[in-house]
């Protein structure tokens, strides 16, 4: 089956710091791979997605991705951190397999440290 | 804002009840999700309807059940409540029919928390 792994539950990093918040896929076929954030007593909102072509992402506030089909991953990262990026990020992974629908990873909480 | 529409926001009620959250999908969009989050199993999906009709279904108890009705506002229903379903609820939606379909995202709602006691 499907999944995705989100290695952090959480990544504490200090303000103005670059972060990697890490994710790897199970699957052997294309796939679609997108970041969502989620900010504190807020829903969920697209941070950045990847469907075809470049293999490195660009979405909102700074973020960007890198898909890397060989080692199945879409590691997520910010070169400079606010203290507005405290969130819990969530990667997520659709396949045909799936007839598209979400698979989500457990998520990691960004805390930034002062 | 996300255009999606949850109400309550808040919900506090007994085990053995029943309760019904409300969502409102953004204009345009025929494709609403059910997902229940907590701190134990993490994000869950539930249920997607499609213009009306049911089009997956994901870790639902037989307890809650779902309807998309024809003005496409979406009510799941939540039944005998236990205390394990206290969890935040959120509702999506996207104007694409299968799943996520070619990169089209999900629209989130801010959610209903639920507590049951």
């Known amino acids: 089956a499907q999944s995705v792994t989100q290695l952090d539950s959480q990544v504490p990093v200090f303000e103005e710091a670059p972060v990697e918040l890490r994710c790897n896929y199970s699957s052997s076929v294309s796939v679609y791979l997108f970041w969502y954030v989620q900010y504190p007593n807020q829903g969920l909102q697209l941070l950045l997605k990847?469907?075809?072509?470049s293999t490195l992402v660009k979405g909102i506030n700074g973020f960007e991705a890198e898909f890397n089909k060989s080692q199945t991953s879409f590691h997520l990262r910010k070169p400079s951190v606010h203290i507005s990026d405290t969130a819990e990020y969530f990667c997520?992974?659709?396949?045909?397999?799936?007839?598209?629908?979400?698979?989500w990873g457990a998520g990691t909480k960004l805390i930034i440290k002062p | 804002d996300s255009g999606v529409t949850q109400t309550p926001k808040h919900l506090i009620t007994a085990t053995g009840q029943r309760v019904t959250l409300r969502c409102s999908p953004r204009?345009?969009?025929?494709?609403v999700y059910w997902y229940q989050q907590s701190l134990d199993q993490g994000l869950q999906f539930l249920i997607q309807?499609?213009?009306?009709?049911?089009?997956a279904k994901g870790n639902i108890l037989e307890r809650f059940s779902a309807q998309q009705f024809p003005d496409l506002h979406s009510e799941l229903n939540l039944s005998s409540l236990e205390l394990g379903d206290s969890a935040l609820y959120f509702c999506?939606?996207?104007?694409?029919?299968?799943?996520?379909?070619?990169?089209?995202?999900?629209?989130f709602g801010n959610g209903t928390r639920l507590t049951v006691t």
């Open positions: 997520a992974v659709s396949e045909i397999r799936s007839n598209y629908q979400l698979i």
């Open positions: 990847y469907l075809s072509g």
């Open positions: 204009s345009g969009d025929l494709s």
């Open positions: 999506a939606s996207s104007p694409v029919q299968g799943g996520i379909g070619v990169g089209s995202p999900l629209h």
């Open positions: 309807y499609y213009n009306g009709e049911e089009r």
